[in-house]
Each structure stands twice: as C-alpha cells, then as structure tokens.
C-alpha cells in the first residue's frame, strides 16, 4: 500500500504536508518517521489510535529511505539486517506485525562480512557453529577464548528484555528487574576491557570487532552490549529487504493508514507546544498548530530537548544539563555508485566487504580523525544490487555500489550554514578527494571495475545534517558508551506529561533497536491498554507463502532471548 508523493514515485513514501490537510483530531503526533516513529505509529494505530506522522523530509523512512538519481537507486542506512529469516525469532515476529508480513528477505549466502586486515581476509559465517569453526580454523589457540566469547554474547542477549523493561519501570522496581532478568557483571564494560580478559590476541580482538561500523565506536570506546547485540543479530546471516530499503517505510506506513492516520512529509515541526507542565501539540514551521493529548518525539534526544522543546520546559526537567553525559554518534562520508552492467556480469557478490588497514581500530580512528591523509581507518563497501532479486526486473543491465566510511564532524562543521548544493568550490573539492580515495580502496578489492563507472556522488555529515536533520551529521544517535546505557532518562516516558522519547538514542542504534524502541514506547503510552498488542507480538504466526521467495537457510542458532 505505497502512499507515493505527489509525482508518483514510489521511492517518495507519504503525502505533502499542507495545513489544510490536517483533518479531524489524533490520539497522537508523532515527530519523525524512521522505523521507530513508524513502529511506534503501527503499534498505536493498531490499539485503535489515530496517529499523525510528521516527518521534514521529502520521503518517510529516516535512515531506512531510498532515493534514485540518474536512473540509479540506492539506500542510506539499509545494508543488512540480521535474525529475520526464520519464523519464530523476537525480529521476525516484530517486522511481520509491525507490517502485517509485507516485508520479504533475500537471504545473503553463508558468507555475509568478509574482513580485510592489513594482508588477511576473514570471514564471518551463518551459524553459531561454522562461525566457531570458521574462527577456530584460523585462531587454532583461542579455542577456549571463542567458546566463552560466543557464550557471553548470548548471555547478553538473554538480559536484553531486562534492559528492555528497565525503560518502562520506575527506578525503584530496578532490583525487582534485575531478579528476574538478572545481567552479566561484564553487560556495560568497554568491549576491548571484555574481550582483552578473554585473550591477549588482538588480531583476534579485531576480527570480532570487525563490525564495530555497525555500531559507530570502536572497541575501546563502546559498549560490550551493543557490540553482542549486533554480534547477535547476525549470528544467522544477514538479509536484504526484497524492493530495496524503501520496502520498510512502505510496510510500515499502510496499518496506520488503515487505522485513519496520516504521515505527512515536507512537515517541519518548529516546537513542542507545553502548557502548564504538559505537552498538549506541535506547532509547524508554516505557524501551524497541531494539538494531541499525546506527542512523541523520535528524532533525537539533541533535537527534542535543544530544538523542539521550550526553554522553560526543558529546565523545569533538568534536560539540558543530562544531554552533557551524552555525545553525538559518528559521522560518515559516503559514496553512491552506479554501473551500467549487472551485478552478475561484473562479478559482484552480495557479501559486505569491511577494510581496516590493521588490527588498531581505536588508534587508526584517532589518527584519521587528526589527520585525513592518513588511511582511513575503516571502509565498507556494499553491493545492494547484488542482494536484491527484484533489482534485475526494475533495474536492467545496472548495478549500484556504496561505500560508507567515518569521517569527523569538525571537518565539515564551517559550512555548517552554506545551502545544500551552494557549498562552495572548496567543499566541493574535498568532496573530490575523499570519494576518489575511496575509489581507490574499491578498485583494490575490484580491479575490474575501473573505468565502468558511469555515475557517483559523494555524501558527507552535512548530507546528513541536511536531510537526517541531525546537528552534527551523526548516523546513530548518541554514542554507543557504557555511559550512555547508565542514563535511566534515555526512556520513552519522559517527566513532561503527555511527552514520549522514542527512537535509537532511547534503545540501541539499527533498524530492528529503532523498531522495538517504537514498540516500547507505544506500550509506555497504551499502559495496561497494551496487552493485546503484547499477545500479538508474543503469538508465532504462520508466514505467508510469498513472505520469502528466495532460499533460506535451516536455523542454525537458538533464537535471542
């Protein structure tokens, strides 16, 4: 059930914000429509409230869109996902009723992360037992060190609904929590302290490390949660949305539809309106005033309580002095290619390729982000094309490629106030520069494809910042740090009536952490009213026939706890 803009494509989800649109009254205003303002949405939508989805961008989606230039399509933030192939597991039960089973996986083959370090190649495989294998094949004396490894990400899974529940209960039922759910002493430890008690081999600490992208901070500087989570996730492989990324907003905007609601687009929200202590609307940046009982905010903490938020309101809550134990998450430069061959034709697989120049992450990160001529401390490159078996029926004879790598902030922040395109001559040549080295990086790892590019075009953190909307150009929120998981007011219920959290800043960064931070706060609002939809979630239900049409694999690990 595709809502295409008003030029009817199908990339462009929702409908033109215009204040004469705004009928009838909602249960709820929702500002942003990444996978968690949707989720959240869904789950409303679907216990009988009519929502009203803002969103500033031109399309729905958040980090989840798509967008076609030149005859091209790629995606922003969709690469992969992890835990949804198989019926049963907490992903898959969440993305089926969340989209009423609209959303089909391709399945991305055994070999789904291939790291390069410095000379060496390593590959993460499907399965908790051929990834032990794979990694005690080439670790030969870190046997003992890997089978404790693999057991304590999934003990940090197993405490995952504690930390989940932890954001809808008061601080004083914590003990009550953590009786039922109790968590590893090593849960919020840095993720090299945890894995450096395990083995002094930091070849190996890198390998298991090799996604720290997916998460934005590098193993000195992040959490073990987030990294078992991710490490987790992919246990099973990876998968691709069949239609592409743009497939998510598209499932998860029909069941509010359905339910009376609306997401509107082109739909800037210029303040959270509060009167006497509680939140009570939206007013938009035409003047317009949109009044709710209900608002929640899932574009960022920083945007909520630096931007939205009125400064009375924001200090009678303390939230301003609270976001200082908080910092925005990684930036990102990233190149968008597209090829007039296939995929197949030019030898593209669907594995993720990540490429470190050794096994120093932290160090490598600090010294690129003090001097860009240095290597880039890591690069991953993408082969969507490859991944989607709809592509060659609506794309024919092409193929897209995208590169992602960290870049600093600080770098860009003096055109922080230029107009998008109207940069300037030198920001345009850095542009340059950094997509052509990462070019390079390509044509190292695909010599083939040097001199078949028929288009690209560079991204940077003010791409971001222009389209995402957020301040520093930040991909995943806030910082991924054991200090950030000890802020109990990263919740979804916040000390201002009527006023949600919702989104990656509330719960963990990706697709399925925003989807279920959406559920979460649909259940802090419903209350007791929730239950039904606890029982749906809870509830297997039998896939359709046509929920995956590509070949997937027989489960190969226990479903998360």
Request: with cysteine; glycine share 10%.
């Amino acid at each position: 059930m595709t809502q295409q803009g008003e030029r009817g494509n199908p990339l462009r989800i929702g409908r033109r914000y215009r204040s004469q649109r705004i009928e009838g009254c909602f249960d709820a205003v929702i500002i942003g429509s990444g996978p968690a303002g949707l989720a959240a949405g869904v789950c409303l939508s679907k216990s009988g409230k009519r929502v009203l989805v803002l969103e500033q961008h031109y399309t729905a989606g958040g980090f989840s869109h798509s967008y076609s230039r030149h005859g091209y399509e790629w995606d922003v933030g969709v690469h992969y996902i992890g835990d949804v192939g198989h019926r049963g597991t907490v992903s898959s039960r969440l993305c089926d009723y969340l989209t009423d089973r609209r959303l089909r996986w391709a399945y991305m083959g055994d070999n789904y992360d291939r790291f390069y370090i410095g000379g060496e190649q390593f590959d993460l495989v499907a399965g908790e037992k051929a990834l032990r294998d794979e990694l005690a094949s080439r670790f030969p004396d870190d046997t003992e060190a890997i089978d404790r490894y693999l057991d304590m990400i999934r003990q940090v899974s197993k405490a995952m609904p504690g930390v989940s529940v932890d954001k809808l209960l008061p601080r004083w039922m914590g003990a009550l929590r953590r009786f039922i759910w109790p968590a590893p002493e090593y849960l919020n430890r840095t993720t090299y302290q945890v894995l450096r008690d395990l083995t002094p081999n930091e070849k190996l600490i890198a390998v298991l490390c090799g996604q720290y992208g997916d998460n934005g901070l590098p193993p000195r500087r992040s959490s073990f949660l987030i990294h078992a989570l991710i490490a987790r996730h992919y246990l099973n492989g990876g998968y691709y949305p069949i239609g592409g990324a743009s497939k998510i907003a598209d499932g998860l905007l029909a069941p509010i539809k359905q339910a009376g609601g609306e997401v509107f687009t082109y739909a800037r929200v210029e303040q959270i309106l509060v009167e006497s202590g509680r939140a009570v609307g939206v007013r938009m940046a035409d003047g317009f005033e949109i009044r709710s009982p209900v608002v929640i905010s899932a574009c960022g903490v920083f945007n909520t309580f630096k931007r939205l938020l009125p400064d009375a309101a924001a200090r009678a809550g303390s939230y301003r002095e609270k976001l200082h134990a908080v910092r925005p998450a990684m930036a990102h430069v990233g190149v968008y290619i597209g090829i007039r061959e296939s995929a197949e034709s030019l030898g593209l697989g669907k594995t993720n390729l990540w490429i470190y120049p050794d096994e120093f992450h932290d160090a490598n990160l600090e010294s690129f982000s003090q001097d860009m001529r240095r290597p880039f401390p890591a690069v991953y490159i993408s082969f969507p094309s490859a991944k989607d078996p709809s592509w060659d029926e609506r794309y024919p004879g092409r193929a897209t490629i995208e590169i992602v790598a960290p870049t600093p902030w600080k770098w860009f922040a003096r055109w922080q106030d230029t107009p998008w395109g109207k940069r300037g001559e030198e920001y345009e040549a850095l542009k340059v520069q950094l997509g052509r080295r990462l070019l390079e990086v390509l044509y190292e790892k695909h010599p083939q494809l040097r001199g078949k590019i028929d288009y690209y075009e560079v991204s940077t953190p003010l791409s971001t910042r222009h389209f995402g909307n957020y301040g520093h150009g930040e991909i995943y929120g806030i910082d991924h740090d054991p200090r950030r998981f000890e802020q109990h007011w990263l919740r979804p219920k916040t000390s201002i009536k009527g006023l949600y959290l919702s989104g990656q800043d509330t719960l963990t960064c990706g697709i399925m952490g925003a989807m279920c931070s959406g559920a979460i706060t649909a259940v802090s609002v419903l209350g007791w009213r929730s239950i039904g939809m606890l029982r749906a979630l809870a509830r297997r239900q039998p896939r359709r026939r046509d929920n995956a049409s590509v070949p997937m694999p027989a489960p190969v690990a226990r479903e998360p706890g």
